[in-house]
Structure formats: C-alpha cells, structure tokens
C-alpha cells in the first residue's frame, strides 16, 4: 500500500523485528495459534486496572493506528468515486484528494518510466522518486487529518466505501490481531505467562506423542500393505509359473488347474478381506486417538479458564480483607490514640494528686503529731485532774467526817449540860 502513512506503515516493521517473535512462532504452528486465539478469546479487555495508564495508552494508540489504516485503505476508492463524495467531504478534503491523486499519478509514471529508461538517469530518478514520495506521505497524513476531524464522516465513508483490497485488509487484520496480542501480553503477569508457556508445552509435547504414534501406526500399516503386496506379487509369480508350466499339460489336467486358481484367488480375497479389516482397525485407532486429543485440549482448556477464574476471585477476596485490614487497623488507631490521650490525661491527674498526696501526708504526720502531743497534754492533765478529784474526795470526806464528830461532840455536850441542869433542880 503505497499511500499510507509512515507512522501506521513503521509500526509493522517494528513489529515483525522487535517484539514479535512469539506471535510468528505462533503462526508457524497451527495447534499454538489456534490456542493463543482462544486464550485471547478469554482475555477480556474491561479487565484493565486504573493503575494501568501504560496499557491504556499502548491500547488507544493501537486503536488510532487501526482507525487511520481502514481510512488510508479507502482513500483509493473514495479518489476513483470523488464525485460522488464530493458533497459529503466539502471542498477542503475533496482538494487534498484530488492533489493526493496527482501525486500517485506522478508516482506511477516516474516508476513506470524508471522501468522503461535507460540507467543514466537512475540517480536523479531516485531522487524524484524520494522527495516524491516524502510528497505523497504529507498528503496522506493531512488528508486522514482533516478525515479524523470529522468523526461522523469517517463513519459515512466506512458505510458508503466499496470493499478494501484484499493486501490492505489481510494486514488490517494482521494489525487487529497484533493489537490483540499487545493486549494479552500487558494484561498477563509473568506468572500467567510462565503457566501459559507451561501449557503451551505440555499440549506441544502431547500433540508430539500422538503425532509419534501416528507415524509409528501409519508405518505399521504401510508395512501392512507392502506385505499382503509382496504376498499377492509372490502368488501371482507362482501362478504365472504354473500356467506355464501346464500350457504343455494335456486337458486332463485343465480342471485342477482351474480349482487352484481358485484356491489362490480365494486366499487372495481371504487375506485382502483381512488387511481391509486391519486398515479399518488402525484408522479407527487414529480417529479415537484424535478425538481424545482434542478432549484433552478441550479439558485443558476449561482448566485454564478455571484456574484463571479461581485466580480472579482470589485477588478480589485478597484486595477485600487488604481493605477491611485498613479499615479495622484506622480504627484500632483511632481508639488508641483516644485511649492513650486518656491515659495520658489520667497520668497528668495522678502526678498532680501525687503531688497533693505528699503534701497532705505530710500536713497529716504534723496534725497526728499535734494530736499525740494534746492527748498526752490531755492524759496527763486528765491523771492531775483524777489525783486531784481522789484528794478532793478524800479531803471533803475527812472533812465531813470532822463536822459530824465537831456536831456529835458538840451534841454530846448540849445533852450533857442538859442532863445537868435537871439534875439541880
């Protein structure tokens, strides 16, 4: 494709020496490609991470470099139906094609005189040809740029333009499936490429046993058939040898010759009956052989998408319990660090009555010191006040008892006068 643009027609290149290498493989065996397609077919793109800006601008360029190859694919049918687009497109465009198609024609009559000429000229030619085609790709890139301007136009033109040339679309979806393949390889980890080239090997290997054994039955029956061919050939040299020897034999014996050529005809049915059964029996083999090959590929595969659904699931359960971790440890924190501005508020609080405590203890050795020293005032002063109450009693008893002897004596007296003055009279 002549008329396309450098950026879209480099990236094939780039493709086909750099990173391409196991997609070529892939071609090249038809039992990988028809598993790399599946596995692709299982990829899903909605599975693009957020974290994944890398591939999604990969996957977008991919996507533009697709869109601007079927546009670049049509220019070359809408250039031959120009009139008939020429409302759809407006002037601008229609002027960028129609300079776009002077240019291709000056190209195919420089090539097609270049072909013709003689070599004097071919360095200026070359020349030409150079700055004619740096011409032609501005062309293309202002023309897919005034097209992509206009996104409903590019979908009018894809509606309303005849079919793409077969090179353009084998490498469009030659393109398509390396966009594909981009895609797989970004979203897949080294440990799903490692099981995956392990499977690949595993279904390689299997694919290689059965093709042994294949070989080896298909030899067996080739041998089968070169025998019964060296039996038959045998028997009919040794029929061949005795119809020459009985052409002299009179006609007598015309009748055991015709019964042993029915024998041998007979055995020649019998034993071809039996390698047609045998060849029966050894495709029969192969057919079972490969339909349990490709069970097995089918059972591989439902493993695969399995084992890659339970690893889905995982993560999910993973990223669930990271996300209730986080939850709980802030949590936890919170309440820690309320519990400890608590603790630190409470230890504050005890230094401070600490504090108060050895004061107050302190204040409390004095007054119970006070104390002990006015109880001992108050024992003592209590002992003097009881020696002094006992001498008290005993001095007022004492002096009762005086005052009654005084009073008795003094009784005594009065009646004794009394009895004296009777006495005289």
């Known amino acids: 494709m002549a008329t396309g643009d450098p950026a879209v027609l480099q990236v094939p290149s780039q493709v086909m020496n750099q990173r391409n290498k196991p997609l070529v493989k892939g071609m090249a065996t038809p039992e990988k490609a028809m598993i790399t397609s599946d596995a692709m077919k299982m990829l899903d793109p909605g599975r693009l991470k957020p974290d994944k800006i890398e591939t999604e601008r990969i996957i977008t360029v991919l996507d533009e470099t697709i869109a601007k190859l079927e546009l670049s694919s049509l220019i ?44 004097m000229r071919t360095e200026e030619q070359r020349g030409c040809l150079c700055l ?75 694919i290689k046993k059965n093709t042994e054994a294949i070989t080896a039955l298909q030899a067996e029956l080739a041998a089968a058939i070169r025998t019964r061919e060296d039996e038959i050939h045998k028997k009919d040299n040794v029929i061949k040898d005795l119809k020459n020897g009985m052409q002299d034999l009179t006609k007598d014996c015309k009748a055991g010759i015709q019964q042993i050529k029915q024998e041998g005809e007979k055995q020649r049915k019998e034993e071809l009956q039996a390698s047609q059964a045998r060849c029966a029996r050894l495709q029969q083999d192969i057919q079972q052989l490969g339909a349990q090959l490709s069970a097995l590929v089918l059972e591989h595969r439902a493993s695969e998408l399995a084992l890659r659904k339970r690893n889905c699931r995982v ?60 109880e001992k005032k108050k024992e003592q002063a209590l002992k003097e006040f009881t020696t002094m109450t006992a001498a008290a009693i005993r001095i007022q008893a004492f002096w009762r008892g005086y005052l009654v002897r005084s009073l008795f004596k003094s009784k005594r007296k009065k009646k004794k006068k009394g009895k004296g003055k009777k006495t005289k009279k």
């Open 76 to 119: 070359p049918r809408i250039i031959d139906s120009l009139d008939r687009f020429a409302d759809m497109l407006g002037p601008e465009i229609t002027n960028s094609l129609t300079e776009h198609q002077k240019l291709s024609n000056e190209m195919e009559h420089l090539l097609a005189s270049s072909e013709e000429g003689d070599t």
């Open 132 to 206: 004619l085609e740096e011409r032609l790709k501005c062309s293309v890139r202002n023309v897919l740029r005034l097209l992509l301007a206009n996104p409903s136009l590019c979908q009018a033109l894809k509606y309303e333009a005849w079919a793409r040339e077969s090179p353009a679309e084998v490498f469009i979806k030659a393109f398509g499936e390396f966009r594909n393949f981009m895609l797989e390889r970004l979203l897949t980890s080294p440990v799903e490429e490692e099981e995956k080239i392990q499977f690949v090997e595993d279904i390689s290997l299997q």
């Open 315 to 374: 993560e999910m359960e993973i990223l669930n319990w990271i996300q209730k971790y986080d939850t709980d440890m802030g949590e936890k924190q919170a309440e820690y660090e309320e519990v400890h501005a608590a603790y630190a508020e409470e230890k504050a609080q005890l230094s401070l009555l600490m504090e108060k405590r050895a004061v107050l203890l302190q204040e409390y050795s004095q007054i119970e010191e006070e104390r002990r020293i006015q």
